[in-house]
């Protein structure tokens, strides 16, 4: 019975830290919000568009230049595509400036384009509502991830 009670206390010691280790995590970051572009009046942006197995590079007169990692949607209308550089610095990866960027495609055109600090590990439902993780600046383990729809609501 002592050993039930010892091991019961320790059990709730140890998701008591749990919690105020999250807590303190999520009490220092500050909330960040995804800089959304809607850009669906792009006629030649079917014309731009080349994906390759996890990826997707876009070019058009020097206009749109991107390559990044990609998500199709299961019913494959979708595509959410994220670039963790900045084209200006030619610095990808981990890095303390330059946004990255990210696009949602739809039946290849771009409907949605967006800024984050370090956008990665994106994925996209059949309705077009997308998550994606920004890796942020930061030195330590921690990131926040955004859900997003085609109009570039943040949902979450």
């Known amino acids: 019975m002592f050993v039930v009670l010892i091991l ?3 059990l709730l010691a140890i998701v008591g830290g749990i ?5 303190f995590l999520v009490s ?3 909330i960040k919000t995804p800089t959304a572009i809607q850009s669906s009046s792009d006629k030649n942006a079917a014309n731009v568009i080349s994906l390759g197995k996890n990826s997707v590079m876009t070019t058009r007169d020097g206009n749109l230049d991107f390559y990044g990692q990609s998500s199709i949607s299961p019913n494959g209308r979708f595509v959410i595509t994220w670039e963790d550089a900045d084209p200006a610095s ?3 990866g981990s890095r303390k400036k330059g946004l990255g960027s990210y696009m949602l ?3 290849g055109r771009i409907l949605l384009k967006g800024k984050l600090e ?5 994925k996209v439902s059949n309705t077009g509502i997308f998550i994606i993780h920004d890796w942020t600046f930061s030195d330590s383990l921690d990131g926040i991830f955004f859900a997003i729809d085609p109009s570039g609501n943040v949902l979450v």
Not at 118 to 122: A, S, W
């Open 19 to 23: 919690i105020v280790l999250i807590i």
């Open 118 to 122: 370090r956008p990665n590990d994106g």
């Open 105 to 107: 495609l739809q039946d």
């Open 90 to 92: 030619g610095i990808g």
């Open 8 to 10: 019961l206390l320790l």
């Open 28 to 30: 220092r970051n500050q």
